[in-house]
């Protein structure tokens, strides 16, 4: 019974239910099944890292940072994109550091987004996204990426913008697809957001794993004409496994970070102090510590495509993230969810229905993604299980 008349949602909060990625790891804790949902790592980023963290917090670094970001750290994402990507932003306006990258997709949207103002998000999309863009009363215009390639229809592309689009919010490396734009694909989407005058949104939370030498990671703010429309965001939920610190980072033009700068200040304020000089040691490992972390991805990769495979799944290949989808209709479902549901009972693993990603139901219905960033013991565990319950 509600106490008040008044206890019941928003209608933007009412909209957007609970997280997919919450519902699903509460069923893996109360049902014991192997956790191949919600994409977190279950080992710790460098040693090194997390111990400037607790010396940082032994050091009093524990009052509110600067509102952009403490400066050594915008230095350090500064560097981390001229080394990686040749591309140079001033430490001082052009970088912002932000509670993850959740929050910089939203301080984005709402700093950037008026109502009715249409968003072209690539389908499926980040669960986030689609909060955001309602939170900030936006349209989402879904360009979608079909199984089992997901390329990028850039016809479908051209005919997502209209007069009324202000933001082409992109994904790449992609989540959940593992799909990574190709430099055409990304020259296709620069051509049209010059075209159209568009702030392009990149979520390049994944930049450190594209796995395959032939389809490297290129961020879209690098091509031409893009620097002064595009906004870069990292994590070091990410690149640095240690999601629970929620350190993430945007760069871009003074005038656009300016517009999530203004939407940040009354998100959070400012960012977890002790975690942020910890990830600037972090962005200066050598380069070894970010071919490392991708090349160890991509051996799980394979380890967890093969072994879905075997059980006779349909499988699509990742080139990028920690992230596989597989078509389940080969084991006798056409539902994910019901899948998903089924799974822990069936088998005890827990994987992750796509069906919240889509607007296009009826493509998304049949897929589900299972999470790799796990020990080898794990991956190999929760293969045996759906062995032994498929086959
Ligand atoms: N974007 C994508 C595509 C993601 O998969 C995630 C992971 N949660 C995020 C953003 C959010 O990153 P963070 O944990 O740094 O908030
Ligand atoms: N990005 C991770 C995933 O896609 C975690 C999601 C989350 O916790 N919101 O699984």
């Known amino acids: 019974m509600p106490r008040t008349a ?3 949602p928003s209608s933007r909060a009412a909209g957007v239910g609970t997280t997919v990625f919450a519902e699903m790891s509460a ?15 279950d080992t710790d980023g460098p040693p ?24 050594e750290l915008r230095a350090a994402v500064a560097g981390h994109q001229q080394r990686f990507y040749g591309m140079t932003y001033d430490p001082d306006g052009e970088v912002l550091v932000t509670t993850g990258a959740t929050e910089a997709i939203a301080a984005a949207l709402l700093g950037l987004v008026d109502p009715g103002d249409e968003v072209v998000v690539l389908e499926p999309y980040y669960d986030s996204y689609v909060a955001c863009i309602g939170f900030a009363g936006g349209v989402r215009r879904p360009v979608t990426l079909h199984p089992p390639g997901y390329a990028l229809d850039v016809d479908a592309l051209r005919r997502a913008v209209t007069p009324r689009t202000k933001v082409l919010l992109l994904n790449s490396p992609h989540n959940p697809t593992g799909a990574v ?12 957001a010059v075209e159209h005058d568009l702030v392009v949104v990149a979520d390049e939370v994944y930049e450190h794993m594209a796995f395959d030498a032939d389809r490297p990671h290129v961020p879209v703010a690098s091509l031409p004409g893009m620097r002064v429309r595009t906004l870069s965001i990292g994590s070091a939920g990410k690149t640095f496994s ?3 610190w929620k350190v993430g980072w945007v760069t871009g033009p003074a005038d656009l970070i300016e517009c999530v700068r203004l939407a940040k200040q009354f998100l959070t304020y400012v960012s977890g102090a002790p975690f942020q000089p910890a990830i600037a040691l972090g962005l200066g490992l050598p380069d070894s510590y970010f071919f490392g972390l991708r090349d160890g991805l991509a051996a799980k990769r394979d380890l967890l495509c093969d072994g879905l495979d075997s059980v006779g799944l349909d499988v699509h290949r990742p080139r990028g993230t920690y992230f596989v ?8 479902y056409d539902d994910g969810w019901t899948f998903c549901r089924d799974l822990p009972g069936r088998a ?10 889509w607007d296009d139901v009826a493509v998304g219905a049949p897929l589900v993604r299972w999470a790799f960033c796990k020990k080898d013991e794990v991956l190999t565990e929760a293969v045996e299980r759906l062995r032994a319950a498929f086959t």
């Not at 069923?27 to 790592?41: H, I, K, R």
């Not at 400037?52 to 952009?68: E, L, S």
């Not at 734009?181 to 049209?192: K, P, Q, R």
């Open 6 to 8: 008044a206890s019941h």
């Open 27 to 41: 069923l893996a804790a109360a049902t014991g099944a192997v956790n191949l949902g919600q994409g977190f790592p």
């Open 48 to 71: 090194e890292i997390a111990e400037a963290a607790v010396a940082a917090i032994r050091a009093g670094r524990n009052q509110y940072a600067p509102g952009p970001g403490l400066p």
């Open 181 to 192: 734009l190709s430099l055409d694909e990304l020259t296709a989407v620069a051509e049209v």
């Open 242 to 244: 240690f999601t629970g």
């Open 325 to 332: 989808t597989t078509d389940v209709r080969p084991l006798g």
């Open 348 to 357: 005890g693993v827990v994987a992750i229905p796509h069906a919240p990603f």
